[in-house]
């Protein structure tokens, strides 16, 4: 059964800083792609950032470029998301996900608020 498991999230001032967590299960974490979406109150669900699963190679959604970093760790099955200098745009709830589809995790809010 495939599972996420997002973490990370919470409130915090503009400018500042979090780290997001997605632990996977139940396939090949390795040998998937793996991406990070995020959804804000009454908007749809966008693409954050994207990483594939052999050499690594990131791309990111414009609004984030420059201040977030997506990356993983094959041995532990987790996906992270540095987020630096946080705006109130940011504020949404944050999930992750692979390319085939299926059941998401619970995601992890990230308020970003002064």
């Known amino acids: 059964q495939v599972q996420f498991v997002e973490s990370g999230g919470g409130l915090v001032q503009p400018g500042e800083s979090l780290r997001l967590s997605c632990v996977a299960s139940g396939f090949t974490f390795s040998a998937y792609s793996m991406t990070w979406y995020r959804q804000a109150p009454g908007k749809e669900r966008e693409l954050v950032a994207f990483i594939t699963g052999s050499s690594g190679t990131t791309n990111y959604a414009d609004a984030v470029k420059g201040r977030f970093t997506i990356s993983r760790d094959n041995a532990k099955n987790t996906v992270y998301l540095q987020m630096n200098s946080l705006k109130p745009e940011d504020t949404a709830m944050y999930y992750c996900?692979?390319?085939?589809?299926?059941?998401w995790g619970q995601g992890t809010q990230v308020t970003v608020s002064s």
């Open positions: 996900h692979w390319a085939r589809g299926g059941s």
